[in-house]
């Protein structure tokens, strides 16, 4: 015996997200306006970010190069509409000025 099930969705798909239809609703925050904002940076390095949305809250993964950057995605994130709360998992991997390396 095969089941089937209908539900009516009151919101649009917008950007890998679903936004609803009433604006007194807080709508969730979506992959492509997270990766707008780090591309508006202009940082090329920022631009390769692969976040994660968890409801209103987003995930940074991945690694820059200085602590500077590090705080560049989190800021541009953090004013986006919607998002309550950034976590800034990403790493630091600095490279060594080339007069320190031995050769």
């Known amino acids: 015996m095969t089941t089937s099930v209908t539900a009516t969705v ?3 798909i917008d950007s890998l997200c679903v936004k609803p239809v009433d604006k007194s609703l807080r709508p969730d925050v979506c992959l492509g306006t997270v990766a707008q904002a780090l591309r508006r940076t202009g ?3 920022l631009q390769s970010l692969e976040p994660e949305i968890s409801g209103h809250d987003v995930i940074l993964r991945g690694s ?3 602590y500077y950057l590090k705080q560049r995605a989190q800021a541009a994130v953090m ?3 919607g998002v309550n ?3 800034n998992e990403l790493t630091v991997t600095r490279p060594l ?3 320190l ?3």
């Open 10 to 12: 009151n919101a649009t």
């Open 43 to 45: 940082v090329f390095e």
């Open 64 to 66: 820059v190069g200085s």
């Open 79 to 81: 004013e986006l509409p």
């Open 85 to 87: 709360r950034v976590r």
């Open 97 to 99: 000025p080339e007069l």
């Open 101 to 103: 390396v031995s050769h």
